[in-house]
């Protein structure tokens, strides 16, 4: 069964800096695109970036570009997002998605989604 567990979340200050992983289970992630996605509340879920399995090429939504990274790490099954120089508006809960690729529809995922981790930014 295809499984992703997020970690890393937690409180932070304004433009401080966190590191967000997705730990594959029962697949190997690189098979796969692989989305980070979060949720405000009252708000729907957006997608935020993206690296696909081909050519690990990354993509980013214009809010966090410049400010967020993706990585992947094969060795450890996991995928990374560094998030640096945060707002209170990156508040969410983050979500990371496995997709067939970053270029199909982002709300067409393989497997289901995860539990999330909570980032709050705040002073």
């Known amino acids: 069964q295809l499984q992703l567990v997020e970690s890393g979340g937690g409180l932070v200050q304004p433009g401080g800096s966190l590191r967000l992983s997705c730990a594959a289970s029962?697949?190997?992630?690189?098979?796969?695109?692989i989305g980070w996605y979060r949720q405000a509340p009252g708000k729907e879920r957006e997608g935020v970036s993206c690296?696909?399995?081909?050519?690990?090429?990354?993509y980013y939504a214009d809010s966090v570009k410049g400010r967020f990274t993706i990585s992947r790490d094969n060795a450890k099954n996991t995928v990374y997002l560094q998030m640096n120089s945060l707002k209170p508006e990156d508040t969410a809960v983050y979500y990371c998605?496995?997709?067939?690729?970053?270029?199909?529809?982002?709300?067409?995922?393989?497997?289901?989604w995860g539990q999330g981790t909570q980032v709050t930014v705040s002073s």
């Open positions: 998605a496995a997709r067939p690729s970053c270029s199909t529809n982002p709300k067409i995922l393989v497997g289901s």
């Open positions: 029962g697949f190997t992630l690189d098979d796969y695109a």
């Open positions: 690296i696909d399995s081909s050519d690990s090429s990354t």
